[in-house]
């Protein structure tokens, strides 16, 4: 278990061009140049090739590659979420996590832990689970390891369907919020799509001023649900109000607030 000392990557994961060409680089080397040969006019065949080379993951396994991706985006999941996060663990690259990793390949070294900047007390754990469906086992056995830790939250990371009794005992456990994420949502960083506008999250002070500027309370604002993809990643409850910017040619450039229920 590491606490920021030997530790771990975020992620920013594959587009769809490199999720393509990753599984080109299954095919042997001949059959996916021929396929670049055979797609694009041959005054650009350089530099096609030379684009989608730099795409192709040679370096080693899949698994070692999905670990690394949603280690790295749960970093920065962390740091935009406030939470203390080193640069250089931001900045080690897939080689050197696969050369840690490939040492001592076992899941409870990609498990780690940080507080929150503004509150040393406030201490947040993210645990990758096993490969297999988790079990209520599973989860009382990640509650022993932790219950000594005294976190204020946990992030499961899991690799496998969760069993409908385990997801429902996790309320009966853990006397604190538990986010659960499969690990293919952790392979790209969803914030950073660039159709995306930006969220920011309001503190109690500026709700308080927006509320009392445009004469409304909360439910009459906008709504987000708990669910979207983007109140997860920042792990916002219910009553938060999210301010949104939106500035580009598609969405015109404005200002809009909702707010997660």
Sequence with gaps: M?????????????DSAESTAASAALAPDG???????????????????????????????????????????????????GYSVPESELART???????WADKPELE????????????????KVVFCPPEPVKIATIREIYNGT???NLSRLILILQSKIMSKARESIKE???????IFQITELLVNITKHVLKPKHEVLTAEEKTKLLKEYNVVDSQLPRMLETDAVARYYGLGKGTVVKVTYDSELTG??????CIF
Excluded at 94 to 100: I, K, N, V
Excluded at 109 to 124: E, G, I, Q, Y
């Design 109 to 124: 070294r990609l498990a780690f832990s940080t507080t929150l900047a503004s509150d040393l007390s406030n201490k947040v």
């Design 31 to 81: 059959v996916a140049a021929a396929a670049v040969d055979s797609s694009v006019d041959d005054d650009v065949v350089p530099e096609v090739a030379g684009c989608i080379s730099s795409m192709i993951d040679r370096g080693g396994s899949v698994e070692s590659h999905r670990l690394f991706l949603a280690q790295r985006t749960a970093l920065e999941m962390l740091r935009d979420r």
């Design 253 to 258: 450039n404005h200002v809009t607030y909702r």
């Design 173 to 179: 456990i853990f006397a604190f919020k538990v986010d």
């Design 2 to 14: 590491n606490q920021f000392v030997p530790s771990q990557q975020s992620a920013l994961a594959m």
């Design 94 to 100: 897939l080689p050197e996590f696969r050369a840690w």
């Design 147 to 149: 219950k000594e830790e």
